[in-house]
């Protein structure tokens, strides 16, 4: 099993920046795609973006030139750097990543975080 814990959410005024991490830890083998995922009241999960073992990244619209996934192999981390924030990214925001835990598993496996809530407020 992976374990999945984030940090890094809070309050932030519009235009401001807050850094989400996400830590994995458990019995990995190899952690393939991780990406972050948001969802706020009344409203279906969406993917906000996601990134390769090799760095390679993509991201909602509605993120682009604003947002920043990244990673850190060595330390299982992946981050979610958010500047000029907008009310509208107000959302519990949740750590995805896709996994094998046996070195035979043929296909990777889900497992998510606790979420952290992100608000955007005056």
């Known amino acids: 099993q992976v374990q999945l814990v984030e940090s890094g959410g809070g309050l932030v005024q519009p235009g401001g920046s807050l850094r989400l991490s996400c830590a994995a830890s458990?019995?990995?083998?190899?952690?393939?795609?991780m990406n972050w995922y948001r969802q706020s009241p009344g409203k279906q999960r969406e993917l906000v973006a996601g990134?390769?073992?090799?760095?390679?990244?993509n991201y909602a619209d509605s993120v682009k030139g604003r947002f920043t996934i990244s990673r850190d192999n060595a330390k299982n981390t992946v981050y979610l750097q958010m500047n000029s924030l907008k009310p509208e990214d107000t959302a519990v925001y949740y750590c995805n990543a896709k996994s094998v835990v046996f070195p035979t598993q043929a296909v990777p496996s889900d497992y998510w975080g606790q979420g952290a809530q992100v608000t955007v407020s005056s």
């Open positions: 458990g019995s990995i083998f190899s952690i393939y795609r």
């Open positions: 990134v390769s073992p090799g760095g390679s990244t």
